[in-house]
């Protein structure tokens, strides 16, 4: 018990010292390669027992309850489920394949019918690693085999990918959504607009970079497609289509809460399999396999990163570090600012999941106090977590692309490739913050 008496005396010398020896903890066990999840539960049970005394753990249990009880939190391995499904199915793959409509013969097609198909993935399912995955194995062969620029193609597939975050049904703006106790229907059509426009910078991005150097996009030399082949092509977006208007339909109709709206998008994929003729006991079982470890992880963090910030904020933690941030500067644009820094470094290090648990019941509260829009900072939030995707050392986009990029694209490679999209990143953010409206926040 000698490293408990050490703990209340460190509680004499005020909260102060405790903020900063709680935050070298976890930076010291993190870098001893341990599980963020079991990192922050550790720290929180060491410091509520240090403290409170053993009297405090039931304070841990419910604060870890009231997390997991949420109904809303259902939607999550829905969603999840609906993009394991998209990962074993071939129903992207007829997708890419129809978007050739959409490019045909102009420069940079290809690469553009890529992000097409990213937007129409991101608003099917909301995750990441798995679009990113499927377009390293759908679009970047594609890309090579016609003389794309290697960065370009590397980076459109990892940039297109990310747009997971911000499109609806995004799984970042559902936790954001849980944490800061704001309505999951009002991010998501706050994030729709914002979610094309970064879409919208990547094509004007390429469409000019190819225009001033045509040699990075060749144009393919095949020939006019023909109309049955144009007709057996426009087969590959109807189920996708499908999907998509009965999820989002459904959510912005009114029809269906975010819950009931992922259900109806997994039967809707699974219904797509059937169709399809590709549906199988393997095909599900995988998927629920995949869906169990990715949910898995994400509860576990929220579970550590809940128990963390609850003692934390027992403690008056989060009061100091809110009086801290405050105290920075008069104007709230500044603060935002800062706040934006943090969460660039944190993401650098750390899971979205994990960032978000941590940090947004702190800024949440502080962002309401300057007049702000809970709803629009978590549009900013989800697009700053875009810039996390991609940012070395650890941008986790970069990683999923090298499982599937052939042997000799390097991780460096990769991340040289990305900053022009970090740039295109951060210009939207910066758009966001100059001009809050593009949320349409207004008319909520």
């Not at 903890?25 to 990192?39: K, N, Q, W």
């Not at 391995?77 to 609906?82: K, N, T």
């Not at 087969?235 to 269906?256: D, E, N, Q, T």
């Amino acid at each position: 018990m000698e490293w408990l008496s050490l703990l209340i005396d460190f509680k004499s010398m005020g909260i102060e010292w405790a903020t900063f020896a709680m935050f070298a903890s976890l930076l010291l066990l993190l870098l001893t390669g341990m599980p963020l999840a079991f990192v922050t539960l550790l720290v929180a049970l060491i410091f509520a027992l240090g403290w409170f005394g053993p009297m405090a753990v039931p304070l841990i249990t419910s604060r870890i309850f009231s997390f997991v009880n949420s109904f809303v939190f259902v939607s999550v391995p829905m969603f999840v489920l609906m993009a394991a499904i998209l990962d074993r199915s071939g129903i992207a793959r007829d997708l890419f394949d129809a978007m050739r409509l959409v490019g045909g013969r102009l420069r940079g097609g290809v690469a553009i019918q890529t992000l097409l198909v990213a937007v129409v993935l991101a608003a099917m399912s909301g995750i990441i690693g798995g679009e990113v995955v499927l377009l390293g194995l759908l679009a970047l062969p594609q890309m090579l085999r016609l003389g794309y620029d290697r960065k370009l193609a590397i980076g459109v597939c990892c940039a297109g990918g990310a747009l997971g975050t911000m499109i609806p049904p995004s799984i970042v703006l559902i936790v954001y959504g849980l944490t800061a106790n704001v309505s999951i229907g009002d991010l998501f059509t706050a994030s729709f607009v914002p979610g094309l426009m970064l879409a919208g910078l990547y094509v004007v991005y390429i469409l000019v970079r190819v225009h001033f150097n045509p040699a990075m996009a060749p144009i393919p030399e095949e020939g006019e497609i023909p109309p049955a082949e144009k007709l057996r092509l426009l087969k590959g977006l109807f189920l996708p289509g499908l999907v998509v208007f009965f999820v989002l339909g459904s959510i912005y109709g009114g029809i269906a809460s975010v819950t009931e709206a992922s259900a109806v998008g997994v039967l809707g994929v699974t219904l797509s399999t059937v169709v399809r003729g590709e549906f199988s006991m393997a095909l599900l079982f995988g998927a629920a396999r995949q869906t169990l470890a990715t949910v898995g992880m994400i509860v576990w963090i929220g579970i550590g990163a809940t128990a963390l910030v609850g003692v934390f904020n027992l403690m008056g933690g989060i009061n100091f570090v809110s009086e801290l941030i405050t105290g920075i500067s008069e104007e709230p644009i500044v603060i935002i600012l800062f706040m934006m820094l943090i969460l660039f470094v944190l993401g650098m290090f750390l899971d979205w999941v994990g960032i978000a648990l941590l940090t947004m019941p702190i800024f949440v509260p502080i962002v309401v106090s300057l007049g702000y829009d809970p709803v629009w900072f978590g549009v900013v939030f989800a697009m700053n977590m875009q810039v996390s995707f991609l940012s070395p050392p650890f941008g986790p986009a970069a990683f999923y692309l090298k499982s599937v990029a052939p042997p000799d694209i390097s991780l460096g490679e990769i991340f040289q490739s990305l900053l022009p999209f970090i740039g295109l990143q951060i210009l939207a953010l910066a758009l966001l913050l100059a001009f809050p409206g593009i949320t349409l926040i207004e008319g909520l």
